[in-house]
C-alpha cells in the first residue's frame, strides 16, 4: 500500500501541481447531463471588483464559500460553482485614470493612434489637471485592456487559494452578453411600470459628477460650525436659526419647527425675511423638525440636506438651487432675490466653491449685524459617497429610477417576507435587512453619469426645435441588445438625424454598477439565454457575501428577482465578517491597512491561509497580523501533520488474509470518529464550517497524539499476532481515509495529495464520509457486538497515558524510560473498560505490571520506573 508514497512528503509545490491535474480532469466542471434541479448546488458567487488588487479579506470571504461548495459536491450535488468579474463601475475608472494617466472627456474625437503617456501609476487618487483628456471610446478600450490583464492575475490568485470554481462558467459583467441581460431587464422595468425618468434632487458627487445612489452614502466625522442667524418678522421681531451652512442662505425657502414646539406655533402660517438677501420665506411645520436641536427652528434650502429634500417635498415649496454640478454656486441668481442688495450680495458669490462661499456669506452677516456671536466650532457627521473625496451636494437633475418599495408598501412588504422566508447565516444579520428595507426614503436612483458602464438603451425624440421629449423615450428592442445610444441609432432612425430637430437624442448615461450586479444570478445562469440551465440554478441555493453591502449588492439583488420573477433568488444567504487589523480596526483601502495575499500563500501555503479563514465562523470578524500570523501557523502545522501521520500509517502492512476490526481500542477510536462524522457533517448543513472545522481537528490531533502512540506497537507486532496486528493497521488505514474526506473542504492540497497515494480519482469527488462503521472499506468488518461497549474507551485511555508520560516527566526520564509498575485507580466502570486496553496501555508506557485500585476520580499512581534508571516516580 506504500508504493506511492514518497520518502519526504511535503507541502511547497502541491498548489501548482494540483491545479493542473484539476484543469485536466475537469474535476470542478458543472455536469449538467441528464440532471435535474434536485440534483444541483447552485451558488451566486461575488464578481470581486476588477481594479486593482484582490486583499485578505477575500481571501476569507472566499474560503468560506469554497469549503461549503466542496462539501456539497461530496455529498453528491452537482455544484453550480460560476465565478464572476465586477468590471464596470466608478473603481474600474479611477484605476484607468491612475494607472494610465488620462482622464475621459466625451467631447472629444476618437483617436485610433492613441497611446496613453505611461502605464503603471500607483491607483492613488491624482489630480485631473494632471491628466490628458481623451475620448470617450478612447478612455474605454483603455478601460477593457486593464481590466482584462487585472482579471488574469486574479484568476492565479483564486487558483493558487484552490477556489474550486468551474472556470468554463466565467462571466464578465461589461460583456456583450451581460449587457444584453442588464438592458432586457431594465426595458422589463419600463414596460412594467417599474423604472421611470424624474427631475429631481440628487445626491451629487462633484468630484466625479455623477448622481450617487442611497446605498453608496458613508457618513464621515468633518469640523463644522453652528453660525446662528437672524431672520426677520413684518413687526421687527427676530427669529434665530442656527446652520452649518450659511452659504445657501440664497436657496432658503421657508424656515420650519416641530408642529408640537410652542415656542413657534404663533409663527406657523406667518412670513419671515431671510437676512442679507431680504427674500420673504414662510414659516411652516413638519414632524421631521428637531426642537432639541440648535434654536428648534430652521431653515430649509434647496439643498443643503435630506432633511430638505423631504421638506421641499412634502410642503410643496419652491426650487431656488444655487449649487451646480461643479460643485461652485451657479452664476444666475434665484429669482426671488429681486432686491438690488440682494443680488449684488449675490454677485460676490457666483463662481465660488461652496467653501469659498461660506466665508463670504459670513462676513456678509457680519457687514448687516445678522451673524449673532461667532460661529461656534462642532464636528458632526456629514454624507459622502463612499468611494469619494468631498462632502456630496444636492443638485436638481433628470434621472432614472426603479422603484423599490420606499413609495410601494405592497412592495416593501413583499421584500419583507421574502427577507424573512430567506435563511440567514448568522441569523442576526436578518436585521440589517429588515432595517434597509424599513428606511427606505427614496426610489432606486440607477442613472449615472459616467462613461464605463452598461448604457441605458433608450433615445429621446426632438421636437422641431430639436429639444429633446424626454416623456417619450424610443426604447431599443430586443433584438438589438446590447445597444449604445451614444453610437448607435435610434430605431427608425438614421445617424444623420442625431442631434437635429425631429431627429433624436441618444442618452449618454450609464447603468449604476449595482443594477448588472444585481442581476448576477441572471448573467450566470443563462437567463433568457439557456433556458434549461436557468431552470436547473434558479433560485439558487446560496448567496455567499460581504455583510458590508447587504443594503446594495443583496438587497439590490432580492429586488430585481422580486419584480422579474416574484420570489426570492436564492434559500440561503451566508454572510462573512470583516478582517481587522491587530488593533481590531477595520482593513479597507481607504485606510492603508490592508494585506495583499499573494506574498502570505507563498509563504504560508494556501491550505494553511485557508485554515486561518475557515477557522472564523461566517458573522464574525477576524483579526489579521501579517507579522505574526499565529492561526496560519497553526493551519501549516496541520497541513503538515496530516502528510505525516498519513505516511506513517501507510507504512505498515497488513496481514494477508485478515479483514477484521476486533480490538476494543481501535472499535473505540472508529465509535469516537463515527460521531465526529455526524456533528461535522450537521454544522456544515447549518453553514457552521467553523465548528466542523473545530471537532474534525480536535479528534485529529487525539488520534495523532494518543490513539496513534497507543496501537502503533500492536501495528508494528509481526505475522504472529497477526488478527491484533490487522485490527490495529485497518483502524489506522479507516481513519485517515476518513479524516482526509473531513479535511478536504478546508486543507484540498494536502489531503488530495495523501488521497493520491492509495486511490484513483479525487478525493474532492470520493463521497463524503457517513457513518464510519456501517461503511467500511470493502471486505471490512467489526465485531460489532462489542461497538458499544468501547465507545469510551479512547478517552479514557488518553487520559490514564497523559497522567504517565506526566509522572516520567516529573521524574526528569525519558518517555521511552521502562516501568516495573503503575497503578490506575479509577470507578468500577473505568477500571472494567480500561482492561479492555491493558495491552496497548503497557506497550505505550512500556509498564511492566499494571493493577488496578477503586477510586471516585481516574489516575495513575504508584509508577516506579525499571530498576536500572534507578529512579522512583513519587505516587
Known amino acids: 500500500m506504500s508504493a506511492h508514497v514518497p520518502d519526504k512528503p511535503a507541502l511547497e509545490g502541491l498548489e501548482a501541481k494540483w491545479d493542473g491535474v484539476w484543469a485536466e480532469q475537469g474535476t470542478y466542471l458543472f455536469d449538467r447531463a441528464d440532471a435535474a434541479r434536485d440534483d444541483v448546488y447552485s451558488i451566486d458567487t461575488p464578481p470581486p471588483t476588477a481594479s486593482g488588487s484582490l486583499h485578505i479579506g477575500h481571501v476569507f470571504s472566499y474560503?468560506?464559500?469554497?469549503?461549503?461548495?466542496?462539501?456539497?459536491?461530496?455529498?453528491?450535488?452537482?455544484?453550480?460553482?460560476?465565478?464572476?468579474?465586477?468590471?464596470?463601475?466608478?473603481?474600474?475608472?479611477?484605476?484607468?485614470?491612475?494607472?494610465?494617466?488620462?482622464?475621459?472627456?466625451?467631447?472629444?474625437?476618437?483617436d485610433a493612434e492613441f497611446t496613453p503617456p505611461f502605464e503603471g501609476g500607483d491607483n492613488k487618487s491624482s489630480k485631473a489637471a494632471d491628466q490628458i483628456p481623451i475620448s470617450r471610446r478612447n478612455f474605454i478600450e483603455l478601460c477593457e485592456i486593464l481590466t482584462v490583464e487585472d482579471e488574469k492575475q486574479f484568476e492565479t490568485l483564486w487558483r493558487d487559494l484552490g477556489l474550486s470554481v468551474d472556470w468554463t462558467q466565467t462571466y464578465r459583467t461589461i460583456s456583450r452578453e451581460s449587457q444584453a441581460a442588464s438592458q432586457l431587464a431594465f426595458l422589463r422595468n419600463i414596460e412594467r411600470g417599474e423604472a421611470y425618468q424624474a427631475m429631481a434632487p440628487t445626491l451629487w458627487d462633484v468630484t466625479f459628477r455623477t448622481a450617487v445612489a442611497q446605498a453608496e452614502l458613508e457618513d464621515k466625522e468633518q469640523p463644522g460650525a453652528y453660525h446662528r442667524l437672524e431672520f426677520h418678522r413684518p413687526d421687527g421681531e427676530g427669529v434665530f436659526i442656527e446652520t452649518t451652512r450659511p452659504e445657501l442662505l440664497p436657496a432658503c425657502v421657508a424656515l420650519v419647527a416641530h408642529p408640537d414646539d410652542e415656542r413657534y406655533q404663533?409663527?406657523?402660517?406667518?412670513?419671515?425675511?431671510?437676512?442679507?438677501?431680504?427674500?420673504?420665506?414662510?414659516?411652516?411645520?413638519?414632524?421631521?423638525?428637531?426642537?432639541?436641536?440648535?434654536?428648534?427652528?430652521?431653515?430649509?434650502?434647496?439643498?443643503?440636506?435630506?432633511?430638505?429634500?423631504?421638506?421641499?417635498?412634502?410642503?410643496?415649496?419652491?426650487?431656488?438651487?444655487?449649487?451646480?454640478?461643479?460643485?461652485?454656486?451657479?452664476?444666475?441668481?434665484?429669482?426671488?432675490?429681486?432686491?438690488?442688495?440682494?443680488?449684488?450680495?449675490?454677485?460676490?458669490?457666483?463662481?465660488?466653491?461652496?467653501?469659498?462661499?461660506?466665508?463670504?456669506?459670513?462676513?456678509?452677516?457680519?457687514?448687516?449685524?445678522?451673524?449673532?456671536?461667532?460661529?461656534?466650532?462642532?464636528?458632526?457627521?456629514?454624507?459622502?459617497?463612499?468611494?469619494?473625496?468631498?462632502?456630496?451636494?444636492?443638485?436638481?437633475?433628470?434621472q432614472w429610477y426603479v422603484t423599490n418599495g420606499a413609495r410601494d408598501e405592497a412592495l416593501r412588504a413583499k421584500l419583507l417576507e421574502l427577507g424573512a422566508e430567506l435563511d440567514w447565516h448568522p441569523d442576526f444579520m436578518r436585521v440589517r435587512y429588515e432595517n434597509w428595507v424599513g428606511g427606505l426614503t427614496g426610489d432606486w436612483l440607477i442613472s449615472r453619469q459616467r462613461f464605463f458602464g452598461v448604457p441605458l438603451p433608450v433615445w429621446y425624440p426632438l421636437d422641431g426645435d430639436g429639444n429633446p421629449v424626454f416623456d417619450q423615450p424610443i426604447v431599443a428592442p430586443r433584438e438589438l441588445l446590447p445597444v449604445d445610444p451614444s453610437s448607435d441609432a435610434a430605431p427608425g432612425y438614421s445617424e444623420?438625424?442625431?442631434?437635429?430637430?425631429?431627429?433624436?437624442?441618444?442618452?449618454?448615461?450609464?447603468?449604476?454598477?449595482?443594477?448588472?450586479?444585481?442581476?448576477?444570478?441572471?448573467?450566470?445562469?443563462?437567463?433568457?439565454?439557456?433556458?434549461?440551465?436557468?431552470?436547473?440554478?434558479?433560485?439558487?441555493?446560496?448567496?455567499?457575501?460581504?455583510?458590508?453591502?447587504?443594503?446594495?449588492?443583496?438587497?439590490?439583488?432580492?429586488?430585481?428577482?422580486?419584480?422579474?420573477?416574484?420570489?426570492?433568488?436564492?434559500?440561503?444567504?451566508?454572510?462573512?465578517?470583516?478582517?481587522?487589523?491587530?488593533?481590531?480596526?477595520?482593513?479597507?483601502?481607504?485606510?492603508?491597512?490592508?494585506?495583499?495575499?499573494?506574498?502570505?500563500?507563498?509563504?504560508?501555503?494556501?491550505?494553511a491561509v485557508r485554515y486561518w479563514a475557515a477557522s472564523s465562523r461566517l458573522g464574525t470578524d477576524a483579526a489579521f497580523d501579517e507579522k505574526n500570523p499565529t492561526q496560519i501557523k497553526i493551519g501549516r502545522r496541520l497541513?503538515?501533520?496530516?502528510?505525516?501521520?498519513?505516511?506513517?500509517?501507510?507504512?505498515?502492512?497488513?496481514?494477508?488474509?485478515?479483514?477484521?476490526?476486533?480490538?476494543?481500542?481501535?472499535?473505540?477510536?472508529?465509535?469516537?470518529?463515527?460521531?465526529?462524522?455526524?456533528?461535522?457533517?450537521?454544522?456544515?448543513?447549518?453553514?457552521?464550517?467553523?465548528?466542523?472545522?473545530?471537532?474534525?481537528?480536535?479528534?485529529?490531533?487525539?488520534?495523532?497524539?494518543?490513539?496513534?502512540?497507543?496501537?502503533?506497537?500492536?501495528?508494528?507486532?509481526?505475522?504472529?499476532?497477526?488478527?491484533?496486528?490487522?485490527?490495529?493497521?485497518?483502524?489506522?488505514?479507516?481513519?485517515?481515509?476518513?479524516?482526509?474526506?473531513?479535511?478536504?473542504?478546508?486543507?484540498?492540497?494536502?489531503?488530495?495529495?495523501?488521497?493520491?497515494?492509495?486511490?484513483?480519482?479525487?478525493?474532492?469527488?470520493?463521497?463524503?464520509?457517513?457513518?464510519?462503521?456501517?461503511?467500511?472499506?470493502?471486505?471490512?468488518?467489526?465485531?460489532?457486538?462489542?461497538?458499544?461497549?468501547?465507545?469510551?474507551?479512547?478517552?479514557?485511555?488518553?487520559?490514564?497515558?497523559?497522567?504517565?508520560?506526566?509522572?516520567?516527566?516529573?521524574?526528569?526520564?525519558?518517555?521511552?524510560?521502562?516501568?516495573?509498575?503503575?497503578?490506575?485507580?479509577?470507578?468500577?466502570?473505568?477500571?472494567?473498560?480500561?482492561?479492555?486496553?491493558?495491552?496497548?496501555?503497557?506497550?505505550?508506557?512500556?509498564?511492566?505490571?499494571?493493577?488496578?485500585?477503586?477510586?471516585?476520580?481516574?489516575?495513575v499512581g504508584d509508577i516506579v520506573l525499571a530498576p536500572e534508571q534507578n529512579a522512583e516516580a513519587p505516587a
Open 63 to 110: 474560503t468560506h464559500t469554497d469549503v461549503i461548495a466542496r462539501f456539497r459536491r461530496m455529498t453528491g450535488k452537482r455544484v453550480f460553482y460560476p465565478i464572476g468579474w465586477d468590471d464596470n463601475g466608478l473603481p474600474t475608472e479611477r484605476r484607468v485614470q491612475n494607472y494610465y494617466g488620462v482622464r475621459c472627456d466625451p467631447s472629444l474625437p476618437y
Open 266 to 398: 404663533a409663527l406657523f402660517g406667518t412670513t419671515v425675511t431671510t437676512p442679507v438677501f431680504g427674500v420673504e420665506v414662510p414659516v411652516v411645520a413638519h414632524h421631521l423638525a428637531q426642537p432639541d436641536k440648535g434654536s428648534g427652528i430652521a431653515m430649509v434650502c434647496t439643498f443643503g440636506d435630506l432633511n430638505d429634500v423631504i421638506w421641499w417635498r412634502d410642503l410643496d415649496l419652491p426650487n431656488r438651487a444655487i449649487i451646480g454640478f461643479d460643485g461652485r454656486i451657479i452664476s444666475e441668481a434665484p429669482a426671488a432675490i429681486t432686491s438690488e442688495a440682494g443680488r449684488e450680495a449675490y454677485a460676490q458669490l457666483a463662481g465660488k466653491t461652496v467653501f469659498s462661499a461660506k466665508q463670504a456669506v459670513v462676513e456678509l452677516l457680519r457687514g448687516t449685524g445678522e451673524l449673532i456671536g461667532e460661529p461656534k466650532p462642532i464636528t458632526h457627521p456629514v454624507k459622502f459617497f463612499e468611494k469619494g473625496d468631498r462632502p456630496l451636494e444636492i443638485v436638481s437633475t433628470r
Open 496 to 607: 444623420d438625424q442625431r442631434g437635429v430637430p425631429g431627429g433624436f437624442q441618444g442618452e449618454v448615461d450609464v447603468m449604476d454598477t449595482w443594477a448588472t450586479s444585481s442581476l448576477t444570478p441572471q448573467l450566470a445562469g443563462g437567463w433568457e439565454r439557456d433556458e434549461e440551465l436557468w431552470k436547473l440554478v434558479f433560485p439558487y441555493d446560496l448567496r455567499p457575501q460581504g455583510q458590508d453591502i447587504i443594503r446594495t449588492w443583496l438587497f439590490s439583488t432580492m429586488l430585481r428577482a422580486t419584480l422579474e420573477e416574484g420570489v426570492k433568488p436564492w434559500q440561503n444567504a451566508a454572510l462573512s465578517g470583516f478582517i481587522v487589523d491587530p488593533d481590531r480596526k477595520k482593513m479597507s483601502k481607504s485606510k492603508g491597512n490592508v494585506v495583499t495575499p499573494a506574498d502570505i500563500l507563498k509563504t504560508h501555503g494556501s491550505d
Open 639 to 859: 497541513a503538515i501533520k496530516i502528510l505525516n501521520a498519513a505516511k506513517f500509517v501507510y507504512g505498515f502492512t497488513l496481514p494477508a488474509g485478515h479483514t477484521e476490526i476486533s480490538e476494543p481500542l481501535d472499535l473505540s477510536m472508529l465509535a469516537g470518529l463515527d460521531e465526529v462524522v455526524r456533528t461535522a457533517t450537521a454544522a456544515l448543513e447549518r453553514y457552521d464550517h467553523a465548528r466542523a472545522l473545530e471537532i474534525t481537528e480536535t479528534f485529529f490531533w487525539t488520534f495523532c497524539d494518543d490513539y496513534l502512540e497507543l496501537v502503533k506497537e500492536r501495528a508494528y507486532r509481526d505475522e504472529s499476532e497477526a488478527a491484533g496486528k490487522a485490527s490495529a493497521v485497518l483502524a489506522l488505514q479507516t481513519a485517515i481515509d476518513v479524516l482526509l474526506r473531513l479535511f478536504a473542504p478546508y486543507l484540498p492540497f494536502a489531503t488530495e495529495e495523501v488521497w493520491s497515494w492509495t486511490h484513483e480519482g479525487s478525493v474532492h469527488t470520493s463521497g463524503w464520509p457517513t457513518a464510519v462503521l456501517e461503511s467500511l472499506p470493502e471486505g471490512v468488518t467489526v465485531t460489532a457486538d462489542s461497538v458499544a461497549d468501547d465507545a469510551g474507551l479512547l478517552a479514557l485511555a488518553s487520559r490514564a497515558i497523559v497522567s504517565v508520560r506526566r509522572a516520567k516527566t516529573d521524574a526528569k526520564a525519558s518517555q521511552k524510560t521502562p516501568v516495573a509498575s503503575a497503578t490506575i485507580s479509577g470507578t468500577d466502570e473505568e477500571i472494567a473498560l480500561l482492561k479492555r486496553a491493558e495491552g496497548d496501555l503497557k506497550a505505550l508506557g512500556r509498564i511492566a505490571v499494571l493493577g488496578y485500585a477503586s477510586a471516585e476520580e481516574l489516575s
